[in-house]
């Protein structure tokens, strides 16, 4: 028995604080309850019961009691903080912040009820006012590592990435013993495609502790960027072993059985993830994007619209509201699809940098000014005479993961994905004049792609890199590499165009959330294009149109195939069989048989899509059915 008397009331307060700090809640309350019984009217002792109660899980209790205290003590910011956390544990976030806005008032110096306003704000969609909160929290209190973190994270949801990063890696310089602090760093540099620093960050995370399954999913992520696909199943199922039961964990694997093709696997295993897990968003949306969705699917339907109903992170609500426009796409229900669709789009706009019109224009401009033909045949000399790479390129959507999903079908050839490796390399040569490119940087650059492709592939005759943007690099391609062979994939504009504003793409594609932005996107993509037809010699580069490929099929695969320099096989009419890892959004595409339904897409949005029109009117050239006219790229 506890002993609580008016003499030694003080001690046995202590004594109840101890106990609470030790996490014998339980015990700490009955102690509470005893000097309340001696004197119900002391605040701090309220508090504190209150607090016990909270982490008992109690919650309308703790309330009432936060309140018996703030009713004696009206000015006691304390009560007012810990009153926010517990109606933040309820869901309650706008009494919560009304609550921490109380302690702050009481208490302009209170750096942890500005934290706490920050993830309250948070929580109700106002990130961009959380911000102000956290950085108020900072200024009170230097090395504030979880308001650090904190603001870290709002940055990121915004798109303020290298902000973001460079708070999340003050926060592990200020105490780097928190395995949380580089989970969260993790998530930036992943992001930012930053997959070698991402990975050290998570792993960092877990020598601080082992167990730790969120950053073993996370680590999972990279490693699945890094087409270390096993290696990525295997962290999964580490989480699984520490946590059975760890949602996120059956969810990753269900992407990963995604990439493979095998899709009754993926279902069971999204499946899974639900029951563990009802409100896990990234499982919900793996189902829609590993099947078609019919109006038969009222469980889907309904969970969908239940969890948009609730106030969801923004990420989730992106992922959520793509894959229900999807959902209805497949249904046929046009007008539904697209208002899921515009309202995606209007949340990434939130998280993304804004697409700089002039500044894309720009970078087009120095492409065609560094490498005009002359230069380009200069810089050629230093360049490596191999024929195994093989670049496909054009507007994301316009059908690269199928042209490679088919060349990949031969058995010489090796399907390599999206590398970075040429986007990286010219940003190093940016502010460099083609002229003062030298020899020897050609040539290294030329020596370490070879060697990149040989880890990936050291047998294939061929090795295809599909990265659709680097039709910006191909002045620096043919420069080192200028026997590589081009493949350009070209679209229906209208078709291409819709097909990326459908898609939840990363927050580097800053064009893909307006449809103004598409537009001038692509006509600069076109501008570039059409350069190279004329910088780069004959027999370089073929061009594919998307519409033409899956209309005849074996036409366009024997050209592509003889193209590269090598012996037709039947195998590649047979692409949809074939087992290899895809990560792009066309992974499930590319496991069915070629089919022109998506061709005219554009003609059943065309009320919704007007500055897309441009396209159609201003533009001319090919690619489109009877009744107008619209441009391809390059066309």
């Not at 309140?67 to 933040?88: C, D, E, H, T, V």
């Not at 190093?428 to 792609?449: C, H, N, P």
């Not at 009419?573 to 959004?585: A, G, N, Q, S, Y």
């Amino acid at each position: 028995m506890v002993d609580a008397t008016p003499s030694n009331a003080g001690a046995q307060f202590k004594s109840a604080q101890r106990l609470q700090a030790n996490g014998e809640f339980n015990r700490a309350i009955e102690l509470y309850n005893k000097l309340l019984a001696i004197d119900p009217d002391v605040p701090e002792v309220l508090n504190n019961l209150g607090n016990a109660l909270r982490d008992v899980g109690r919650l309308d209790d703790a309330v009432a009691i936060y309140r018996r205290a703030l009713k004696i003590k009206p000015n006691f910011s304390a009560a007012y903080n810990n009153l926010g956390l517990a109606q933040g544990r309820m869901g309650s976030f706008g009494d919560a912040l009304e609550s921490y806005r109380h302690a702050v008032s009481v208490n302009p110096d209170f750096a942890d009820a500005y934290n706490n306003e920050g993830n309250a704000l948070v929580n109700l969609g106002r990130t961009g006012e959380a911000i102000s909160s956290y950085r108020k929290a900072i200024a009170l209190r230097t090395g504030f590592v979880e308001a650090q973190t904190n603001l870290g994270n709002a940055l990121r949801d915004l798109g303020h990435l290298e902000e973001a990063f460079e708070w999340q890696k003050r926060a592990c310089e200020c105490n780097p013993r928190i395995p949380e602090t580089y989970y969260n760093c993790g998530n930036v540099l992943l992001d930012l495609l930053r997959l070698d620093e991402a990975h050290d960050a998570y792993s960092r995370a877990l020598k601080l502790r082992e167990n730790y399954p969120r950053a073993l999913v996370a680590l999972a992520r990279v490693m699945r960027l890094k087409a270390q696909f096993a290696e990525a199943e295997e962290a999964c199922q580490r989480a699984l072993r520490i946590e059975p039961k760890f949602a996120e964990a059956l969810s990753f694997l269900g992407e990963l059985k995604t990439d493979a093709g095998d899709f009754d696997d993926a279902l069971e295993l999204f499946g899974q993830a639900i029951e563990r897990d009802p409100s896990l968003v990234a499982a919900w949306c793996g189902i829609a994007r590993c099947r078609q969705i019919g109006p038969e699917d009222v469980q889907w339907r309904d969970a969908a619209q239940r969890l948009l109903s609730q106030s969801l992170p923004i990420r989730d609500e992106i992922a959520l509201q793509y894959a229900v426009g999807k959902a209805l796409n497949d249904c046929g229900e046009w007008e539904q699809a697209f208002v899921h669709y515009r309202r995606a789009n209007e949340l990434t706009r939130k998280c993304a940098a804004r697409y700089d019109q002039a500044a894309f224009a720009s970078e087009v401009k120095g492409v065609i000014d560094r490498y005009n033909r002359r230069e380009i045949t200069r810089l050629s000399a230093f360049g490596v005479e191999s024929e195994r790479p093989v670049f496909i390129v054009g507007m994301p959507r316009s059908g690269t993961t199928l042209a490679e999903q088919i060349l990949a079908s031969h058995p010489c050839v090796f399907g390599a994905g999206e590398l970075s490796f040429w986007g990286e390399a010219a940003a190093k040569l940016t502010a460099k004049q083609a002229q003062s490119i030298t020899g020897d940087e050609v040539a290294r650059f030329s020596m370490q792609y070879l060697m990149q492709i040989e880890k990936l592939s050291p047998d294939a005759w061929r090795v295809v890199d599909k990265m659709p943007l680097n039709y910006l690099n191909l002045g620096l391609i043919h420069a080192a590499l200028p026997r590589a062979r081009i493949i350009l994939m070209s679209r229906n504009a209208p078709d291409v165009c819709l097909s990326i504003y459908f898609q939840n793409f990363s927050v580097a594609h800053g064009y893909a959330t307006d449809l103004n932005d598409l537009v001038h996107f692509y006509q600069q993509s076109i501008k570039v294009i059409n350069y190279w037809r004329s910088a780069l010699p004959d027999g370089i580069l073929m061009e594919v149109p998307y519409e033409n490929l899956v209309q005849d099929p074996e036409f366009w695969s024997r050209k592509m195939v003889e193209f590269i320099g090598l012996k037709w096989d039947a195998r590649c009419l047979d692409f949809h069989k074939t087992r290899r890892m895809v990560i792009t959004p066309s992974r499930w595409q590319v496991r069915q048989q070629a089919s022109s339904a998506s061709i005219g897409r554009w003609r059943r949005y065309e009320q919704f899509v007007a500055p897309l029109m441009a396209l159609v009117t201003d533009l001319g050239g090919t690619g489109c059915e009877s009744g107008g006219s619209a441009s391809t790229l390059g066309g």
